[in-house]
């Protein structure tokens, strides 16, 4: 990924130049090119605007209220205008010049499909991102409970109850309470997220230094802290927890310095460190464990062997970097995206050509996320838009969620029934949930 780039995925005309409304109902701020570090000064100057904007549930939206509380009745321009502007206008990043429009194989689509239904958008949760090209920041731990970044804490928002609570405070000094080797007792000050993964337990943030921050849920305090790498391109990318063979907890790290390294959090120990020749941008374990698919800095895709981190093949067909990788649970089925505004969809048994090439409306696809069962694929783009594709029937019908903001990260819980997604704006920042559909009819009989 780009290490020295300040550039922010944006639109290129601000909104304030395109609507001509009362200060109180503009889309403050929305150019989405600032980076959280100047964040909040910025914050407070819209902070007058935060009462005027509420929540926003199922029962609001059959009515006819914006999902997100924007007043459109109120401004001089229509939700469908605006949506054409930002499609003409919106500026995706490419390493690679042109890339997201050299494309002619991608697969026609049939839009309408209701797979999730909108459930409800809470404005008390602030998701932020960090770096423009990192996405992965909202992380579902069951339907009812969800983790994201909040620009320097880590928040655990329940649906169930509507209540955020505060799990990681960096801002200052984070330091482990619990001693094991190799661990940094020292811990980190003011440590910047990059990256955020959550699986039953286990809480790992990884920062823009290089660093690694493990809490356990259910325990006070972080239990872990080491550093990947000092050297200066060392921001973790990624970051994935799995179970190894034996059942116990491991997870691997994505860095920048081209390090893939592989932590048994049973031992608190790094057990495997493979190395190549270009910033791995994301990392996916196969789910027998055997194969990892590694995408970063480069047009071709690996994948390796797990215990060797020798290439079995390649992934060849992008033509910009990739950000997003994802198995699909029958253990064959590959996802990949990329900033040539592209998912692939690979079999592992025939790697030859992609089986599908699904493209999005504005920009990169920076996140891939696939149901438990398989039923649905997720595919985000950097802004707007997040694509479910119905997976069982050959990507053929997508639902195409379609909302204003940057997308900061997309989680499905873990039995497949809410769909969340992180959005950062300085007025419109939200948590967006969305409910499974489920046909009931056969209860009719039952009555």
Known sequence: MSYHEEVM?????????????????????????????????????????????TDTCAAEA????????????????????????????????????????????????????????????????????????????????????????????????????????????VSGHVAPREKHPGSLLEGFTQTQISTLAVRDNLLIAGGFQGELICKDLDRPGVSFCTRTTYDDNAITNAIE????PSGSVHFTASNNDGGVRDFDMERFQLVKHFSYPWPVNHTSLSPDGKVIAIVGDNLDGMLVDSSTGKTISHLRGHLDFSFASAWHPNGYT??????????????????????????????AIRSIRFTSDGQ?????????????????NGYEKEQEIDFFGEISGVSFSPDTDSLFIGIWDRTYGSLLQYNRCRNYSYLDSLM
């Not at 042109?98 to 008390?124: D, H, I, P, V």
């Not at 590959?334 to 504005?362: C, E, H, I």
């Not at 649905?376 to 069982?392: L, Q, T």
Request: glycine share 6%; aromatic share 10%; charged share 30%.
């Open 9 to 53: 995925e944006y639109p290129a005309a601000d909104v304030d130049e395109m609507v001509d409304a009362d200060e109180d109902v503009l889309f403050a701020g929305r150019v989405m090119g600032d980076s959280e570090s100047d964040g909040d000064e910025e914050e407070d100057e819209y902070d007058h605007l935060d009462h005027k904007i």
């Open 62 to 169: 059959r009515k006819g209220k914006d999902i997100q509380g924007i007043p459109w009745e109120r401004l001089s321009i229509s939700r469908e205008k605006y949506r054409q502007t930002r499609l003409e206008h919106y500026k995706n990043y490419e390493n690679i010049p042109q890339s997201g429009e050299a494309l002619k194989e991608c697969k026609l689509t049939r839009k309408g499909g209701s797979y999730y239904e909108f459930w409800q958008n809470t404005r008390s949760v602030k998701s932020t991102i960090l770096h423009f090209q990192l996405r992965n920041l909202v992380w579902a731990r069951s339907k009812h409970d969800v983790y994201l970044m909040s620009h320097y804490s880590i928040i655990h928002w329940s649906s169930l109850s509507s209540k955020k609570t505060e799990v990681l405070n």
């Open 241 to 244: 927890i799995y179970n190894g």
């Open 334 to 363: 590959l996802a990949t995206g990329n900033q040539d505004k592209t998912s692939r969809v690979w079999d592992f048994r025939n790697l030859s050509k992609s089986v599908a090439v699904l493209k999005g409306n504005l920009g």
């Open 376 to 392: 649905f694929m997720a595919m985000a783009e950097p802004a707007d838009f997040v694509h479910v594709y119905d997976v069982k």
